[in-house]
């Protein structure tokens, strides 16, 4: 973090960064005070209830969710692609299961340079942002819970209607 922000920050002065949630670890901890210190206006670091985190959402253009270890399906990650932000993750987990790699968002290996090269991608290239924003909201949309009880309501008359016996 310490290494990956400061050149995206001094190529791009209209850039801010917020960094949500809970700090996991001090050297992250520390990263973080280093450079909150160094860029006072434009780091910032906060707290959100779950609830209000589409609040954050609305008010960013690019999450970042550099995920270290497997995760399933990220609510985040839906969170962020619904509100139209451009969404640069690892490759780790089920977040390839959301991310089309320069279809709806970008995706990287977890490495400092990845991730500064795909910030820069995306902040030198205003149309990028529009397409991967675009299809990033088209891809969300198939997530959502009035599509998703549709079709299980689908697969069980099809399973009750053929008298498919089921454990669960």
């Given at each position: 973090m310490?290494?990956?922000?400061?050149?995206?920050l001094?190529?791009y002065?209209?850039v801010?960064?917020?960094f949500?949630g809970f700090v996991?670890?001090?050297?992250?901890?520390?990263?973080?005070?280093?450079?909150?210190?160094?860029?006072?206006?434009r780091?910032r670091?906060?707290i959100c209830e779950?609830?209000e985190?589409y609040r954050?959402?609305?008010s960013t253009d690019v999450?970042?969710i550099?995920?270290?270890y497997?995760?399933g399906?990220?609510?985040?990650?839906l969170e962020?692609?619904?509100?139209?932000?451009?969404?640069?993750?690892t490759?780790?987990?089920?977040?390839?299961?959301l991310?089309?790699?320069?279809?709806?968002?970008?995706?990287?290996?977890?490495c400092?340079?990845?991730?500064?090269?795909?910030l820069?991608?995306?902040?030198?290239d205003?149309?990028?942002?529009?397409k991967?924003?675009?299809n990033?909201?088209q891809v969300?949309?198939?997530f959502?819970?009035?599509?998703?009880?549709?079709?299980?309501?689908?697969?069980?008359?099809?399973?009750l209607?053929n008298?498919?016996?089921?454990?669960?």
């Amino acid at each position: 973090m310490s290494k990956a922000l400061p050149p995206i920050l001094n190529k791009y002065p209209n850039v801010i960064f917020d960094f949500v949630g809970f700090v996991h670890g001090e050297k992250i901890e520390n990263d973080l005070t280093k450079l909150v210190k160094r860029f006072p206006e434009r780091i910032r670091h906060y707290i959100c209830e779950p609830s209000e985190m589409y609040r954050v959402y609305q008010s960013t253009d690019v999450s970042l969710i550099p995920t270290l270890y497997a995760e399933g399906t990220s609510l985040s990650c839906l969170e962020a692609q619904a509100c139209g932000n451009v969404v640069i993750s690892t490759n780790i987990g089920g977040l390839p299961n959301l991310i089309l790699d320069g279809f709806n968002g970008l995706l990287i290996n977890p490495c400092v340079d990845e991730l500064v090269q795909a910030l820069d991608k995306v902040m030198a290239d205003k149309e990028l942002r529009k397409k991967l924003s675009a299809n990033a909201v088209q891809v969300a949309k198939s997530f959502d819970k009035v599509f998703w009880n549709k079709r299980w309501r689908s697969v069980i008359k099809k399973i009750l209607k053929n008298n498919i016996q089921c454990v669960m």
